[in-house]
T-cell receptor
Framework: ETGVTQSPTHLIKTRGQQVTLRCSSQ?????VSWYQQALGQGPQFIFQ???????GRGNFPPRFSGLQFPNYSSELNVNALELDDSALYLC????????????FGPGTRLTVL | GENVEQHPSTLSVQEGDSAVIKCTYS??????FPWYKQELGKRPQLIID?????GEKKDQRIAVTLNKTAKHFSLHITETQPEDSAVYFC?????????FGKGTKLSVIP
């Protein structure tokens, strides 16, 4: 069984740029959630994708957007990057019928200069 | 929205002793309470979870208890080992969104 994978591992961008992060869900899982983890903090919910549609959103502005594909993989897009967007971005996948039971990927470390 | 408070923020124990981490939540609609272990530079790992229809759950050296009336839940680790050293996060969920505490850094001293 393959776990949750994310790419890239690390990314450095400058303020104002756009970034796309990718996530492949664990085998058999059809739901993907995205979280932002600032240094020394717990993960903060960004949004969840289920059946290729956004299924709930946390307190993040519209410049954070996402997609889910038919194979259940997902992308997180962030436009107009700000310095405060520097964080570890985690995706988590969930099995069918248990969308709150979430298994995390290794994350993408984004640095905005 | 949900708010989760976690205490203590740091905890040091001697190897072989027990460790207890406590969390409180605000939303009475929350019904799922997972615990995650995050080692430095690694992903949060789901170590145990409990649903609101259960008061206690145990898995080898770790156990979780839930008091719905008081909106408290706790993680108990017995016979701690150096490899238990990590940051532990509690979380609460009423539907699909996990709301996390700020974490407890556990250090197990050999």
């Amino acid at each position: 069984e393959t776990g949750v994978t994310q790419s890239p591992t690390h990314l450095i961008k400058t303020r104002g740029q756009q970034v796309t992060l990718r996530c492949s869900s664990q085998s058999g899982h059809n739901t993907v959630s995205w979280y932002q983890q600032a240094l020394g903090q717990g993960p903060q919910f960004i949004f969840q994708y289920y059946r290729e549609e956004e299924n709930g959103r946390g307190n993040f502005p519209p410049r954070f957007s996402g997609l889910q594909f038919p194979n259940y993989s997902s992308e997180l897009n962030v436009n107009a990057l700000e310095l405060d967007d520097s964080a570890l971005y985690l995706c988590a996948s969930s099995p069918s019928g248990r969308r709150d039971t979430q298994y995390f990927g290794p994350g993408t470390r984004l640095t905005v200069l | 929205g949900e708010n989760v408070e976690q205490h203590p923020s740091t905890l040091s124990v001697q190897e072989g002793d027990s460790a207890v981490i406590k969390c409180t939540y605000s939303d009475s609609a929350s019904n799922y309470f997972p615990w995650y272990k995050q080692e430095l530079g690694k992903r949060p790992q789901l170590i145990i979870d409990i649903r609101s229809n259960v008061g206690e759950k145990k898995d080898q050296r770790i156990a979780v208890t839930l008091n719905k009336t008081a909106k408290h839940f706790s993680l108990h680790i017995t016979e701690t080992q150096p490899e238990d050293s990590a940051v532990y996060f509690c979380a609460a969920s009423g539907s699909y969104q996990l709301t996390f505490g700020k974490g407890t850094k556990l250090s197990v001293i050999p």
